[in-house]
């Protein structure tokens, strides 16, 4: 069995900074591939940055690109997402995602069979 476990949402304001974890243990090789979704109220998930199993490839959506980054700690099948400059808009409930593989780092629900069960990320205006 493979678990991920998110840590780290919570309350902020407008500007601040809040930093993500998710811990994979179980069957899962120390070079999984990662990702972070998450989901509006009233939304569909969507897709906010994913990075490959060595970290050397990294990818993010658009609405994050400078103010989000994606790290990972293969030996402690760790992964991190650090998020600055929060908005009201990133508000929802964030998701880690995994998949044992590549060769890329899809932006894709289905290609990750393994999800963490989410925490939430509120940022007040």
């Known amino acids: 069995q493979v678990q991920l476990v998110e840590s780290g949402g919570g309350l902020v304001q407008a500007g601040d900074s809040l930093r993500l974890s998710c811990a994979a243990s179980?069957?899962?090789?120390?070079?999984?591939?990662m990702a972070w979704f998450r989901q509006a109220p009233g939304k569909d998930r969507e897709f906010v940055a994913g990075i490959s199993g060595n970290g050397g490839s990294t990818r993010y959506a658009d609405s994050v690109k400078g103010r989000f980054t994606i790290t990972r700690d293969n030996a402690k099948k760790t992964g991190t997402l650090e998020m600055n400059s929060l908005k009201p808009e990133d508000t929802a409930v964030y998701y880690c995602a995994a998949k044992n593989s590549g060769p890329y780092v899809y932006s894709a629900e289905w290609q990750y069979p393994y999800w963490g069960q989410g925490t939430q990320v509120t940022v007040s205006s």
């Open positions: 179980g069957r899962m090789s120390n070079t999984y591939y």
